[in-house]
């Protein structure tokens, strides 16, 4: 296991990140996981032996059960909490009340308070805003935010889910106030899904931003269950929760690129999408999740497969983006700039 500086701090995360999305199965989530406490502390020992030090969750995970059954098992496994790199996030709806969702001062920092009981800790390394609230300014937000760093109960903050434009102003108004910046973002990025690279991967690239994607498979589908022609048998998490959204047919193809790298190095379809994330210069920590231990294992080999450039030449073309505007008036102005 490698371990990459997370951002331009001097905390170094592993480059895998445990996810637990699939901790507790309350309301709809039970449609990705229902893994219990035995469960979960089993996956939590697998990830923490093979040098997994950072671990995801979020509040709106099962509705908090994911953060119990994490600190539960980090407790009982004995593992020290200064080894450990915690992530939660907020922003999502936890009851009924008008004001138990979004991003306004008052609902961080009840968050944050709740996050800390059910994890059973007393801070929290990695603190992300989960999405958009458009009803809240950015203003209110990022000050809530500092008040909560200043308290001592997060150490860095993380933004998910939003734009490269949102995420410069958020900075902005950090950096003019004198408040704590962003660090890290997490976002969907996949082979399937290579939205990321049209605008915010070069803003991150530009502000030293760290970046931990999540569902590098797009929600299972680049884990070789799903070809052309081939419908499974409704036991998989797409069967249930078809999300996050894919080109299909394009996925298809991916997958049909990917059967062949995988055989000739011996290892599973899902490893080869894994790992083709991995080699991807901004990436700085791939959040895997896993129903058990086997399949967690197979993800963190993932670490160590090498992509000929070969292979990752044929991943990149059946893969690649359609080029748009700006970026196709980028290059073409660009040619006249060439050393002569």
């Known amino acids: 296991m490698e371990y990459k500086f997370l951002g331009n701090t001097g905390v170094l995360v592993s480059e895998l990140c445990f996810g637990t999305m699939t901790f507790g199965g309350e309301g709809y989530w039970e449609a990705i996981g229902k893994l219990q406490q035995e469960e979960g502390t089993a996956l939590v020992k697998t990830a923490w032996e093979h040098g997994i030090n950072f671990y995801d969750t979020a509040n709106i995970y099962s509705y908090g059960q994911s953060e119990v059954i994490l600190g539960k098992a980090l407790k009982d496994l004995g593992i020290k909490r200064n080894e450990v790199v915690i992530a939660t996030k907020a922003r999502g709806r936890m009851s009924a009340g008008p004001n138990r969702i979004g991003l306004s001062r008052l609902h961080l920092m009840d968050s944050v308070n709740e996050s800390l009981q059910r994890l059973d800790t007393d801070h ?20 809530g935010l500092e008040d909560i760093v200043r308290s001592g109960k997060v150490r860095y903050l993380g933004i998910s889910n939003h734009a490269a434009w949102q995420i410069m102003k958020a900075n902005g108004i950090a950096d003019k106030n004198g408040w704590t910046k962003f660090v890290a973002c997490q976002h969907y990025y996949s082979i399937g899904g290579r939205d990321l690279e049209r605008e915010l991967i070069p803003m991150m690239e530009d502000q030293n931003l760290a970046l931990m994607p999540w569902s590098p498979l797009a929600g299972g589908f680049l884990s ?37 790298i995988a055989q000739a190095h011996g290892v599973s379809v899902a490893r080869v999408a894994l790992a083709w994330v991995l080699h991807q210069k901004p990436v700085t920590s791939l959040i895997v999740g896993a129903k058990n231990p086997d399949q967690l294992i197979d993800n963190i080999a993932a670490t160590k497969l090498k992509l000929t450039a070969d ?12 080029t748009e505007y700006p970026t196709w008036m980028f290059a073409r102005q660009g040619r006249d700039r060439l050393p002569q």
């Open 224 to 260: 070789g269950k799903y070809t052309r022609g081939n419908e499974t048998n409704g036991d998989n998490r797409r069967d249930k929760f078809d999300f996050p959204p894919i080109n299909k047919e394009r996925a298809y193809d991916i997958v049909e690129v990917m059967e062949p």
């Open 124 to 143: 929290i390394d990695l603190f992300y805003i989960h999405g958009v609230d458009a009803y809240t300014s950015l203003e209110e937000t990022m000050r």
């Open 311 to 322: 292979d990752l030449q044929k991943l990149d073309a059946v893969s690649a983006l359609e």
